[in-house]
């Protein structure tokens, strides 16, 4: 999937569910990766969106850039309206008083709201099995409110919480791996995506809204204005933090491991962090230990992979 | 613009749309194997029938090449169009026996057996002719196409033997509605498997750090196209400046 590139694009669909206009900064990668997503989803869909940077750019009263119907949530609540979403929807069409058989509830939400504040009711959702679709459009870090860590943010990324300095290299903690989570709920659909790769991302969100039950999709999307990197390299940057195995690209369908794009080899980690202003404390030695666990977690998810085949 | 019945619903649509084109803006599902919005409507896999009334009149049409018209009442569920979509699912069950794809679609139609007898299982193409059409309309190559007819349709590069038009794009592979074309990176080489036979093309290795990233014919193709030197050819995606 992920090679075709030269004319495949001209074969997605030309439906834009987010209008042009909206606030999002130069170079943002969230707000691609939701475009292309929507792509895959159409017209027939409810989309429920955490606060967050997605939900600020696109809904400044009186105007909108969705062409959907779209409800804002708080951060702690996505996953839970999205249920009361689709549960409503299923007792209307029981009682005959809705007529759309096949409309499709997508749950929007950025790492924050994902991976640290919505967490228990995403897993609530997940667990009661609630036929949506959860994508998360993680920029590692709070970028909205002026960059603060997440427990998304990897270590040694600096932000406004988590300062590089004498005392401290920045972040102290590793990345929590979602999908993983996800994935220990036993539902029947998680991904992981990145705008980087379109077609890949488009393939995945068609998936998963077809899917029976909940879905999770995990999209890792740039952020400029966050990262410290220049703007237009948002989407080199998704591709290297692919081909460098920091965020590997996989699809995990009924509990069965796909990767679904294996770099030849894993470039160096410095091609993907010395660009970023996050990581320019770094020190050479802390590098070389980052470099060395991530590539222990990718050799770790290929064999998962490998021995399911 | 012209007013149209679908489903007893009232709806308006720019005139030259095809009946399918408005049931999907109107998001009214009608179930199709080989329609793409980047090429012209063909009608190949007819499960798109639906019944039209104009006047007296009630007649079955392929809702992908049906237009609009002013006045014309359609249908997308009546027992009429239930029963045809099953046959024609039923017979494409019968040719693609082992497909997930067509197997899926039969079950939402409410088949799970088809009375014809398979006779290849491993088959899965079902003839849409959408990847000869992108090929043609999309990427304008005609690298591959329909060759023979009747049982022995199939498609094929000319003579089943490699050939100089295919730029190994993969845009037949992406496609594909039942996943009949593979395609497979394999270090130097990638290999497109069409249901006929199947080709290596050799892929262009990054002169800085090694990775093969696109086929040598695609990027003489896009040479010839931009009218760039070669130089702008060497270097992989990450690699360029």
Not at chain 2, 183 to 204: L, Y
């Amino acid at each position: 999937m992920i090679g075709q590139s030269v004319y495949v694009p001209r074969l997605l669909s030309e439906i834009e569910s987010l209008a042009p206009g909206h606030r999002a900064c130069i170079g943002c990668g969230e707000v691609l990766a939701i475009r292309q997503a929507f792509k895959a989803i159409g017209r027939d869909a409810v989309v429920v969106n955490a606060t967050g940077c997605m939900e600020i750019i696109a809904s400044q009263l009186p105007y909108t850039s969705w062409r959907l119907p779209w409800i804002h949530t708080l951060f702690e609540n996505t996953a839970a309206v999205a249920s009361g979403v689709e549960a409503g929807l299923k007792a209307m069409k029981r009682k005959g008083r809705y007529d759309h058989p096949d409309t499709k509830v997508v749950a929007i939400a950025g790492d924050g709201g994902t991976v640290d504040i919505g967490l228990q009711a995403l897993s609530g959702a997940l667990e009661r099995g609630h036929n949506l679709l959860y994508i998360c459009f993680d920029n590692e870090g709070y970028m909205n409110t002026g960059v603060q860590r997440s427990s998304a943010t990897p270590y040694g990324a600096t932000t406004t919480t988590s300062p590089a300095g004498k005392q401290s290299i920045g972040q102290l903690s590793w990345k929590k791996d979602l999908p993983a989570i996800a994935v220990d709920h036993r539902i029947p659909y998680v991904a992981t995506a990145c705008p980087s790769f379109p077609i890949d991302l488009v393939e995945k969100v068609k998936k998963g809204v077809a899917t029976k039950g909940p879905a999770y999709i995990h999209v890792f999307s740039g952020c400029p204005t966050g990262w410290g990197c220049a703007t237009n390299l948002t989407i080199k940057l998704g591709r290297l933090a692919v081909e460098t195995g920091v965020f590997p690209l996989y699809e995990v369908e009924n509990g069965k491991y796909k990767m679904s794009y294996k770099p030849e080899t894993l470039r160096p980690i410095t091609d993907y962090m010395k660009p970023q202003r996050r990581f320019r404390h770094l020190t050479e030695d802390v590098i070389k230990m980052i470099e060395k666990r991530v590539a222990e977690e990718y050799y770790k998810l290929l064999e998962k992979a490998e021995c399911q085949k | 613009m012209v007013t149209l019945k679908i489903d007893g619903r009232e709806i308006t649509a720019d005139s030259g749309k095809t009946v399918l084109e408005a049931a999907r803006e109107n998001n009214i599902y009608i179930p199709t194997l080989c329609v793409n919005e980047a090429v012209a409507a063909y009608g190949a896999c007819r499960l798109c029938m639906v019944e039209v009334t104009r006047g007296n009149r009630k007649r079955l049409v392929a809702s992908c090449l049906y237009e609009v018209a002013e006045g014309l009442v359609v249908d997308t569920q009546t027992e009429r169009v239930v029963n045809i979509r099953r046959m024609v699912m039923e017979l494409l069950l019968a040719r693609c026996p082992n497909s997930s794809e067509v197997i899926d679609m039969a079950r939402n139609l409410g088949v799970d057996k088809s009375r014809f007898q398979p006779e290849n299982q491993d088959n899965s193409c079902v003839l849409c002719a959408l990847c000869t059409r992108v090929c043609r309309e999309v990427v304008g190559k005609s690298a591959i196409s329909l060759v023979s007819r009747g049982t022995d349709r199939q498609v094929a590069l000319p003579f089943c033997d490699d050939s100089d038009a295919c730029i190994a794009c993969g845009s037949c592979v992406y496609v594909c509605p039942t996943n009949a074309i593979k395609m497979e990176d394999r270090g130097d080489v990638r290999i497109i498997t069409w249901p006929s036979s199947a080709h290596e093309f050799k892929m262009k290795k990054c002169a800085s750090c090694g990775s093969h990233f696109a086929p040598e014919k695609q990027i003489a193709f896009m040479m010839a196209k931009s009218g760039l030197e070669a130089e702008k050819f060497e270097l992989c995606m990450n690699c360029r400046p």
